[in-house]
């Protein structure tokens, strides 16, 4: 048996387990971060010294710098755990103002006759355990005894007492199949699916009523094992039952998705009240046969305690459900890290989390009121600002999703992944290292869907269309996409492919039956490629009615206007898009409207217009993608000090960004040196400079405004400038040949154009001709005072 003492630090109701590298309150451990505890050591230690806060820092993070604050989040986790919650009359750790932390209380080894002791007690109960193995060992062996008997007894003593000892024999049967029946309960597998239900809350307090669920669900995803149903799924099931998809998880309407959607069991939680104490109870039952699989139950002593029996309870049911013991032990932070430790904020980011994929206006709501009542709420901080990205506010998602980052040591293993992989890819914009973070999430949780939409997001931006498509359904398999979100990944794929009918037909069909604007935008581009007016019309007016998409609509078409030289009516249209979006306090669409203005006047000729287009821009919202543009824009208008000047603090400000660094930068760098006035132009120095641009120009560079093919008309007009005609040709013709990723970007025209140059350099004045009467005819009711229009007049008819 031979036990050995551990080694135990101890002060008032609380033990240091050195061994075990666990702190407990008699003898009840206390979940602590490895920091968290890492800190408490070097603290007890010490105890009555002051430990520097730059000494802390070093023993903390030695080979890594981070910010003080990240210190005094675990100082705090730390007083939350031994219950000191005040600063300023500090029980255990005393602030000492301007130079560290002083542990107040002394510390001394822990009676080793006692541990001893324990030690002993344990050896005695493993002992009860292995005489109780062989009990049970000893009833199959006299089941098997009593066999034998029935056989000789029934030679002897005729039948009747063969017929008692039999039933004798199979009571005893019975009783070892209900033993081991009991012990040996079948558990999950990690192909099974389970849903989550609604906690039964008897206690009369409304704030249980959403936010336990969404801190079991919380605490539930850690494990790589289980496989909660996710909410996505759930809301289609439930409308397929012809109930809301908000409708609440009774534990009967629970089991009954848990059934059409062939998972295997329900968790079902409730909590109850007794006096000042609360009741925690969770139950896993099979949605077959409605036998109780696994249960565990945990009491807080007041409110302020019930999600740290939340998280018992979560810790204490996936060993049961079939969860290696290594595997909870190692993915197991507890409900304070994880969430949040405020009940008030769970409950806001639950309501919040409802809204999460219909009313985005509700959602910010709510997020934002979670983060006021727990500032520290990483996860909050994280899906707001993923959400904000979402609608085109990327200044205000970059922010949050910082401070969700900056946060990232207070949650688990799954949300740090989620966090880690947005900031790469929305802050950093870094694809590379956002594609190994998805990559990562992939393997540790490979039933996750959140990998499979970011890996669809950067192959957005690469231009691998091809590739999306099986990360879509993957996604759609695992519940991540209801079948309508992957139906409009599906018409995007199609679309930038050239599947133009495949595209068009889905689209209809996922119109008509969910009505959402998504599908409605698609049909706006499908008519605008196919030349269809009144069906532009007809979507346009179903989006300009509704709020939320009215903005973008309207300067979709501003857009589609400037794309057929109508520049009047354009920025007509453009001041309504941009009042729309101000009065929803969307400044940042409101500025990439206006830049994207900025970009089609420049190419028209329009340099005025451009730069003061490009000043109203940078005005409204000074963003990463608003000021790309808006350089880019001055670039073509030919004010090149102030494009590069943009650039460089562009390079300077996202030095990991791949958009920025392989594609804007060395367009708007190359855009300098042809369209330079005050210079004489480099066509060979702008060439070498667009040669990184390859991997990246047909992909989509901005997510919300679809500016693409730019380097590649770049580099067609630097062939033009250093009089190479069919390399010039070629690669305005990448652009004639795409119009499904052009769509109505000004280069559509501008490629017309700059064709129509090439073959005259070639001394094809035939297909020139062609090129200049493609363009006059896509401008026939152009403004008449463009100057690129005038231009193209005049070369046209030196061609006759």
């Given amino acids: ?89 500090s029980q255990y750790i005393v602030t000492v103002p301007g130079r560290g ?57 005729g039948l009747r007492m063969w017929v008692a000892i039999a039933a004798m024999v199979t009571a005893i049967a019975v009783a070892i199949g209900l033993y081991w029946r009991v012990q040996r309960r079948p558990k999950l597998s990690e192909k099974d699916t389970v849903v989550l239900a609604d906690f039964a809350n008897s206690t009369g307090d ?75 109870t969770l139950k896993a039952i099979a949605c077959a046969s409605g036998e109780t699989l696994a249960s565990a139950e945990a009491q807080a002593s007041d409110k302020n305690h019930v999600l740290d029996a939340m998280g018992k309870v979560a810790s204490d049911i996936r060993p049961k459900l079939g969860e290696s013991l290594a595997s909870v032990q190692k993915y197991d932070v507890p409900p304070q890290d994880v969430t949040t430790p405020s009940l008030e904020a769970l409950h806001s980011y639950s309501l919040a989390m409802k809204n999460r994929s219909g009313d985005f ?49 207070r949650v688990s293993e ?91 037909a889905m689209a209809l069909k996922g119109q008509a039956a969910t009505h959402d604007p998504l599908f409605d935008l698609s049909l706006y581009s499908f008519a605008f490629l196919q030349g269809d007016a009144a069906a532009r019309q007809h979507e346009l007016e179903i989006l300009t009615s509704n709020p939320t998409w009215g903005d973008g609509a309207l300067d979709l078409e501003a857009g589609t206007l400037a794309f057929f030289g109508q520049f009047a009516k354009s920025r007509e249209l453009l001041g309504r898009a941009v009042n729309a979006a101000l009065k929803q306090d969307k400044k940042e669409s409101a500025a990439a409207y206006t830049a994207l203005a900025a970009l089609a006047e420049a190419l028209a000729g329009n340099a005025d217009r451009a730069k003061q287009f490009v000043k109203q821009a ?79 120009e047909t992909g989509v560079t901005a997510l919300d405004n679809g500016v693409c093919f730019y380097p590649v008309f770049v580099r067609g007009q630097a062939y033009l400038a250093n009089k190479q005609g069919p390399a010039a040709a070629a690669e305005f013709r990448k652009i004639l040949d795409t119009p499904q990723m052009v769509q109505m970007e000004p280069l559509g025209f501008m490629a017309h154009i700059g064709l129509a140059r090439a073959y005259a350099l070639s001394g094809d004045s035939v297909k020139s001709r062609a090129e200049y009467q493609a363009f006059l005819t896509l401008w026939k009711d152009a403004d008449g005072d463009v100057p690129l229009l005038k231009e193209a007049r005049a070369q046209y008819a030196k061609l006759q």
């Fill in 101 to 157: 932390y002083r542990f107040a209380q002394p510390v001394s080894a822990a009676a080793a006759e006692e541990e001893k002791k324990r030690a002993v007690e344990k050896d005695r109960d493993k002992d009860k355990e292995e005489d109780a193995a062989l009990k049970d060992e000893e009833i199959v062996v006299a089941s098997r005894s009593l066999a034998r008997v029935t056989f000789e007894t029934e030679k002897r003593s």
């Fill in 1 to 89: 048996m031979g036990n050995e003492v551990k080694q135990l630090l101890e002060f008032g109701r609380f033990r240091v387990d050195l061994e075990q590298r666990q702190l407990l309150r008699d003898q009840q451990p206390i979940l602590l971060s490895p920091k968290t505890f890492d800190l408490l050591l070097v603290l007890v230690q010490h105890s009555g010294q002051v430990v520097l806060k730059d000494d802390l820092m070093r023993r903390l993070w030695p080979d890594t710098f981070v910010e003080e604050s990240n210190l005094g989040q675990h100082i705090f986790q730390l007083r939350r755990a031994l219950a000191d919650k005040s600063q300023d009359s």
């Fill in 414 to 504: 799954r949300e740090r992944l989620y966090i880690t992989s947005h900031y790469d890819h929305m802050v950093n914009g870094d694809l590379d290292a956002a594609r190994k973070d998805y990559e990562l999430w992939m393997e540790i949780y490979p039933r996750d869907q959140g990998p499979y939409s970011g890996l669809v997001a950067v192959d957005y931006f690469t231009g691998d269309f091809d590739k999306m498509f099986p990360l879509i359904e993957k996604n759609l398999e695992l519940g991540g996409f209801s079948p309508h979100e992957a139906n409009i990944g599906i018409v995007w794929a199609l679309t930038f492919l050239n599947r133009i009918d495949e595209a068009k």
């Fill in 206 to 280: 409304s704030i249980f009523d959403v936010a336990l669920r969404q801190g079991l669900s919380a605490q539930l995803d850690q494990s790589p094992f289980l496989n909660l149903l996710s909410d996505s799924r759930t809301a289609q099931t439930l409308s397929l039952m012809g109930k809301p998809k908000d409708e609440p998880l009774t534990p009967g309407l629970a089991r009954e998705v848990c059934q059409r959607t062939a998972s295997a069991a329900v968790l079902d939680g409730s909590i109850a009240q007794i006096g000042a104490r609360y009741l925690l």
């Fill in 361 to 409: 206006a509700k959602f910010i709501q709510l997020a934002k009121r979670a983060i006021e009542q727990d500032p520290n709420f990483a996860m909050a901080y994280a899906q707001l600002g993923v959400a904000y990205v979402n609608i085109g506010e990327t200044e205000q998602g970059v922010q949050n999703i910082r401070k969700a980052y900056d946060l990232r040591d």
């Fill in 618 to 696: 940078l005005t409204l919202a000074d963003t990463k993608d608003t000021r790309a543009l808006s350089a880019l824009a001055l670039s073509l208008a030919g004010d090149a000090v102030q494009a590069t000047k943009l650039a460089d603090d562009l390079g300077k400000r996202y030095p990991k960004d791949t958009i920025i660094q392989s594609n804007y930068l060395p367009t708007i760098y190359a855009a300098a040196q042809l369209w330079n006035p005050g210079a004489k132009a480099d066509p060979q120095k702008s060439i070498q400079l667009l040669g990184s641009t390859a991997p990246y």
